[in-house]
């Protein structure tokens, strides 16, 4: 079995996002960027698929600017086989994204392709629901449980009602929830390796899909800021307050 | 122009944020029509044509729809999106599961997850947590679009009387097959609607603990919820979570309790009309969005809390 897994050069979640004085975007320069957390998640179950000897192959793909690499390379470092880097500047909108990786289905031809539920960067939620769609494959959304059986996979899903289990037939798409597992760290020895694994580039140009955004971003502002509040005293002091200021209990 | 939202139930009743995403819908454009797709779901149906804003309800009964798979419902719904100019869902794990499949299948960009309706082609949405709000207009000429519930108010339930017409199944997927669902059961209000929220963070230290925020919720008819720290060391099951993977919130009453406020926190509470953070780290962010904060150590200050509701009582009384 092979499994392609994609991820996403995202800015670091640790980082106060930061949004720019002239209303066009937030502030990358000098920002810490990484992996989407839950595409690490994405490769974790992958690479422990493969090592539970299920899987034969990981391919590990990114699509954007040039530093996006360090995120293929950081999945090659954890175990993945191979990279491929789709180079394309820009944002890409998660449409123009499934699109290129249906792409990249079609001539890699994986049974399994993985990825995390969501990037935390634009919160879209879409990409993988987008390639299943026009792959015409089954999906397993926001899965925090995933049991491979002979020709299908089981998958626990995180839903705002609780767990939901789904049987989807391989070929499929999971998209990972962050419980899905640990994600390892990579040791040093083993980010030297990666360096000399096969890393493949290709222009989205070259694949023939259309990249251009259709939606039109008018401007990016700061949220309206809460006003700050006051420290009490005690339990008690809280609770009046409570009561007879903001009259919520 | 016409909209069609996809109703949320489970062949009962309407899902409550059905309503809040109606009240999103009908800013877009008057003519709203829901499309109930489920099996022997006529009660809801008569719910949906009740709702004042709706104008059609088209409903589609069959055994393919008695859960929820996303692929049974799109190709119901593609069936029908010819005659709208936009299909609109709640950005809840239903909405966010099934709409990009239809986005796909039309080709449309989807614009997720929207706080507010400017016009019908440009709208308000969260990006980084939260942390920036970015004004998008949609170019495409349909448009999927999913709601974030809570940023709108739900519409009334009764009034209307909307013509309901049946309609014929879509194809039934046969690659995905629902296999359980682990419902947990609770008398409590649902978190994503209810008036007071009460959450417990890492600082509970074990599930034991949470009761000292069951027995406030039980007092104050709240929902709990919890930090994802709290969920990961198992403190809590995963449909509590609040925030940025989690739900969001908006009560008029979030009291957070041994939560430090980390961003992704933060996005799933901070529009919270009234915050109330109990931590005994006087330095924790979560101070920084709190109406109310008291630093104290919370095995103090729950008891000590749960008396003084109490005794609120007693003097109500």
Not at chain 1, 148 to 175: F, M
Not at chain 2, 4 to 33: C, M, W
Not at chain 2, 99 to 112: F, K
């Amino acid at each position: 079995m092979k499994i392609l897994v994609a991820v996403k050069r995202v800015i670091d979640y640790n980082v106060q996002v930061r949004v720019k004085e002239d209303g066009t975007g937030v502030v990358t320069d000098n920002v810490k960027m990484s992996t989407n957390p839950p595409d690490d998640n994405a490769v974790e179950e992958a690479v422990k698929i493969k090592e539970s000897g299920k899987a034969k192959e990981i391919v590990a793909i990114t699509i954007g600017e040039e530093k996006a690499q360090e995120t293929v390379r950081k999945a090659l470092a954890v175990g993945a086989d191979r990279g491929i880097h789709v180079k394309v500047d820009g944002v890409v909108e998660p449409l123009a994204v499934s699109k290129i990786l249906q792409k990249i289905v079609d001539k890699e031809k994986p049974d399994l392709v993985f990825m995390g539920k969501q990037a935390i960067d634009d919160d879209c939620n879409q990409t993988g629901q987008m390639l299943a769609a026009l792959l015409n494959w089954p999906q397993a959304t926001f899965a925090s449980q995933i049991n491979v059986k002979e020709s299908s996979l089981e998958v626990t899903r995180e839903v705002d009602e609780g767990l939901e289990t789904i049987e989807v037939n391989i070929p499929a798409i999971v998209t990972c929830d962050l419980r899905l597992n640990e994600p390892r760290y990579a040791s040093l020895p083993n980010i030297m390796k990666a360096k000399k694994k096969p890393l493949e580039q290709i222009n989205a140009s070259d694949l023939g899909v259309d990249t251009k955004a259709r939606i039109e971003q008018i401007k990016v502002e700061e949220p309206p800021k809460r006003k700050a509040g006051i420290k009490v005293a005690n339990v008690s002091e809280l609770v009046q307050k409570l009561k007879n200021e903001a009259k919520v209990i | 122009m016409s909209v069609l939202l996809i109703a949320e139930h489970n062949n009962k009743e309407l899902r409550p944020f059905t309503y809040n995403a109606v009240s999103a819908a009908s800013k877009i454009d008057e003519d709203l029509h829901i499309l109930v797709l489920g099996n022997k779901s006529e009660a809801v149906a008569k719910s949906a044509s009740e709702i004042p804003n709706v104008k059609k309800v088209i409903h589609i009964d069959n055994e393919i729809y008695e859960n929820f798979i996303a692929e049974n419902y799109t190709s119901a719904i593609i069936k029908h999106a010819d005659a709208y100019s936009h299909i609109v869902c709640s950005a809840n794990t239903f909405g966010k599961n099934l709409m990009p499949r239809i986005a796909a299948l039309l080709d449309t960009s989807q614009v997720s997850d929207i706080i507010k309706v400017i016009s019908a082609d440009t709208f308000l949405r969260p990006i980084y947590a939260g942390n920036a709000f970015a004004t998008v207009k949609s170019n495409d000429k349909k448009k999927c679009i999913t709601i974030r519930p809570t940023s709108f108010e739900p519409a009334p339930a009764t009034g209307g009387s909307a013509e309901i017409v049946k309609s014929e199944a879509g194809e039934s997927f046969k690659n995905s097959k629902f296999v359980k669902r682990e419902e947990i059961k609770s008398d409590r209000p649902e978190l994503g609607t209810a008036r007071i929220v009460i959450s417990g963070g890492r600082g509970m230290q074990n599930s034991e603990n949470f009761k000292l925020i069951s027995a406030i919720a039980d007092k104050l008819n709240a929902a709990i919820g919890a930090s994802r720290a709290a969920v990961d060391a198992g403190y809590i099951t995963n449909d509590h979570q609040v925030g940025q993977t989690g739900k969001v919130v908006v009560p008029d009453l979030y009291i957070a309790v041994g939560i430090s406020g980390a961003i992704q926190h933060l996005a799933g509470m901070k529009e919270s009309k009234i915050i109330v953070a109990i931590n005994k780290d006087g330095e924790a962010p979560i101070f920084s969005v709190a109406d109310y904060g008291l630093e104290a150590d919370l095995f103090e200050a729950l008891p000590q809390f749960l008396e003084e509701l109490n005794k609120l009582n007693s003097i109500q009384k």
